[in-house]
């Protein structure tokens, strides 16, 4: 039987409730549970994907070809599951299936309505596709008192009711703030934030005080007390110095063994906390470090390039060094400063990325990197990137360029209409954006004997991708003739997928996200390569 648990947050948001969500999910599989992890966000948009990252943060890509919250990052790093199109949601994508049915004529001429309609969709998603999990643990995101929550705080109350009290637990996580001045804890947001969802119908049987200083055994009989709620049930968290210390946190509090207890069921097996602590010694302890630039448009936003920065310090854990990631804006990047600030650099990194701006920045720094022999990793847009550059410095085509911020020129970048997958063919179309991408998880033949190989151990992997455009295949011999080995490609052959320089330390740009699949407990061999090559350099 699935048991659901239900998180919601109060008082601010980007308090952490995808992070104690995680944290939640990997005690109760290390207690031999099975956890599938989902978020439900109110926002209107269908997807993430066509918000700006400095609004929204990363857009986290599943294997299935979802665009998805970067919470979902999160959820697979810390449990080990491989999220799915059916384990994220949007107001918005709701909305647009309820009137969809409503104009084929699917609720029989009824007034469409968002109680039971829309609640009554969001019910269906929350328990579509999770029959064979111990648990499902559903993310509101927002906090409860936004009237865009209110749609899903309902459907959840209603769902409570639909399976059972017993097989339904709803988590509430609130700030607890620290007033300096008067050197107090006030318990009356918290207070607040409960009153507002009680109102509303439901009565959370777990709070998570999250707090910056630790919280009195006085001022928690205190939330137990007007919040209704265990003292038991009154769960701090204070303030962790990395987020990998947060798993190590709620078992001291013991978060799963209440929720355990709530559902009346026994711990299978104890947790190995084993791992997360030589996770946190390697990031808190280590005074070995190694200087790695980040040039991108984002880096104002540390959550632009969420998983980017945490498959970084998985390859710094794996190689037990601290990553000191400096990040580098390239549109405010100006070539006559290049030198002074990639000075001290070991790795230079370019990420993902849509559009002209910053690009000068961008190719000549990777033309830097490849004379001054700094180990270099470009992504997606990266790798790109790395391509125009060679072709305009070593084959001499000055207009080399991208069409997708370049409509003359010589495109060696190309927007495809069509591509392989499986087997089948898939047609793109330029009306909706994300239309003509590649999106989600595709195969690459690797090279024999080529570096990519060496680091992979294989010769065939499977990548996530999310992207419009594509290297030209036409130009692969002009680029091999001048030491820029074609390393990977898609099975039939048709598309570049990894670039690689031969007369150079470390020097790989690949046409997928390897940052999606990396986890603290086991890194991607690809990050832990390029910082291994960083640390000697």
């Known amino acids: 039987m699935t048991r659901y648990i239900f998180v919601t947050g109060g008082v601010v948001s980007s308090i952490g409730k995808g992070l104690s969500s995680a944290s939640l999910a990997y005690l109760l599989q290390s207690r031999g549970y099975k956890v599938r992890l989902r978020k439900l966000d109110p926002y209107l948009n269908v997807d993430p994907g066509t918000m700006s990252p400095f609004q929204h943060g990363e857009v986290f890509v599943t294997d299935d070809g979802a665009e998805t919250d970067l919470d979902l990052g999160h959820y697979e790093r810390f449990s080990g599951v491989s999220a799915k199109k059916s384990d994220n949601i949007t107001t918005g994508k709701i909305y647009n299936d309820v009137l969809n049915r409503e104009r084929e004529g699917k609720y029989l001429g009824k007034t469409v309505q968002v109680i039971p309609h829309i609640t009554d969709r969001i019910k269906e998603f929350i328990k579509k596709d999770s029959s064979k999990e111990d648990f499902v643990i559903c993310e509101i995101g927002g906090i409860v008192g936004d009237i865009e929550s209110l749609p899903f705080i309902e459907a959840i109350r209603q769902f409570a009711n639909d399976v059972g009290k017993k097989n339904a637990l709803f988590i509430h996580l609130t700030l607890v703030p620290y007033l300096k001045s008067s050197d107090e804890i006030k318990t009356k947001p918290t207070q607040h934030s409960v009153k507002e969802l009680r109102s509303i119908g439901v009565q959370p049987d777990i709070i998570i005080c999250r707090s910056e200083r630790p919280i009195p055994l006085e001022h928690r009989k205190k939330i137990s007390l007007f919040c209704n709620v265990n003292i038991k049930n009154v769960i701090e968290t204070v303030d962790v110095r990395t987020i990998y210390e947060a798993p190590i946190s709620f078992y001291k509090e013991k978060l799963d063994i209440q929720v355990l207890n709530y559902f009346k069921l026994k711990t299978k097996k104890s947790v190995d906390l084993k791992p997360w602590k030589k996770i946190t010694k390697t990031i808190l302890q280590n005074k070995k470090q190694v200087n ?236 832990s390569s390029f910082i291994k090559a960083s640390k000697n350099h």
Not at 292 to 302: F, P, R
Not at 356 to 362: E, L
Not at 510 to 520: A, N
């Open 292 to 527: 790695i630039a980040l040039i991108g448009k984002y880096v104002e936003l540390k959550d632009a390039y969420k998983s980017l920065d945490e498959a970084l310090t998985h390859g710094g854990i794996e190689n037990n060094i601290k990553i000191n990631l400096i990040r580098i804006d390239s549109e405010k990047l100006k070539i006559s400063e290049i030198k002074s600030k990639l000075k001290n650099i070991s790795g230079i990194l370019i990420p993902g990325g849509f559009g002209k701006r910053g690009t000068d920045g961008k190719i000549e720094s990777i033309k830097y990197a490849r004379i001054n022999k700094i180990p270099f990793l470009g992504i997606c847009y990266g790798m790109q990137m790395a391509i125009i550059e060679f072709a305009r410095n070593k084959l001499n085509l000055k207009k080399a360029t991208s069409s997708e911020f370049d409509k003359k020129g010589l495109h060696i970048i190309g927007l495809l209409n069509e591509w392989t997958k499986d087997g089948k063919k898939i047609q793109g179309t330029e009306k909706n954006l994300g239309g003509t991408m590649r999106l989600g998880s595709y195969d690459a033949k690797l090279k024999k004997n080529s570096l990519i190989q060496k680091i992979y151990k294989t010769n065939l992997i499977k990548e996530r991708h999310r992207h419009r455009y594509e290297v030209n295949i036409a130009f692969k011999d002009k680029f091999e003739k001048k030491g820029m080995l074609f390393s990977g490609l898609s099975p039939d052959g048709s598309l570049p997928e990894i670039i690689e320089l031969k007369n150079h330390p470390w020097f790989i740009g690949v046409q997928f996200h390897p940052e999606f699949k990396s986890r603290p407990l086991s890194p991607h061999p690809l990050f």
